[in-house]
Every structure is written in structure tokens, then in C-alpha cells.
């Protein structure tokens, strides 16, 4: 899953909280966690993220425990693939493959389709571009 969908995800479970303080500390522990370099890195950093907020959470509050469960669940053991370093030389995001993809349609090949002679001519034009 790539981290803005995650993030919105999170984001809309984070608010039932009822500490607006508390909220932006966990997302800003939550896009620290994303800045993982490694599968290593992130698997230790999560394992401080549930100490630390679970230490903290003295009172016992109920719906902080309920997003810890969640995250816990939803984020670190069922989808964990949302941190950086998850795959190298690979956008994070949807939206740098969505804006490449779209140079790719507005200036090399105007939305069209092309006999297989005059796209190889656009895509090696397009290449030499993006090279120089």
C-alpha cells in the first residue's frame, strides 16, 4: 500500500481520539516510522512505537488502546510494506508513477495511439530527453 492511502487510512482512525495532542504526536511517531530505511530498521522501530505509546497510555485510555490494536494489527503485522525502504529505487508514493505516467501520455505520445514504428521513434525521443 503506498504511504498517502495509508496515511489518510490512519488519519481517519486518529481522530476519534480524544486528545488532539496525543494525535499529532502518534502521526508524527507514525511518519517517523515511514522514514525506515530497511525491513530491520522498521521491525525495531515499530517495536519501540507499541513500547513507548503503550508505556505512556498510564490512564489506560480505551480508545487509545483501540487505535494501538488497529495499527498494531492493521498496519505493522497484516500491511507493513508503507515505510521507505521497502523497495529500492521505487517511488513511495502512487503519485510520482502517476506524474511520470502522465509526462509520458501529455508529451511523448499526445494520448494517441501509434503504429508500432512511429512509438518506438516518440519513446526513443522521449528517452533521449529525459537523458540530456
Known amino acids: 500500500m503506498c504511504w ?9 482512525r486518529i481522530c476519534h481520539l480524544d486528545n ?3 494525535e499529532k504526536e502518534l ?3 507514525i511518519k517517523m516510522l515511514h522514514l525506515s530505511s530497511s525491513k530491520s530498521v522498521f521491525e525495531l522501530a515499530s517495536s519501540l512505537f507499541m513500547k513507548k505509546w503503550n508505556m505512556n ?8 488502546l483501540d487505535f494501538l490494536n488497529y495499527f498494531d494489527n492493521e498496519w505493522l503485522q ?3 510494506g508503507w515505510y521507505e525502504g521497502i523497495q529500492m529505487y521505487a517511488p513511495s ?4 508513477l502517476e506524474a511520470t505516467n502522465k509526462a509520458i501520455k501529455d508529451d511523448g505520445i499526445f494520448r494517441e495511439r501509434h503504429v ?3 512509438f518506438l521513434t516518440i ?8 537523458s540530456t
Open 57 to 64: 497510555n498510564k490512564q489506560k485510555k480505551q480508545s487509545i
Open 78 to 80: 497484516s500491511n507493513d
Open 116 to 118: 508500432l514504428s512511429r
Open 4 to 12: 498517502a492511502h495509508m496515511k489518510k487510512k490512519v488519519e481517519n
Open 93 to 96: 508514493r502512487k503519485k510520482a
Open 27 to 29: 502521526m508524527k511517531d
Open 123 to 130: 519513446s526513443l525521443t522521449m528517452i533521449n530527453s529525459w
Open 20 to 22: 488532539k495532542d496525543i
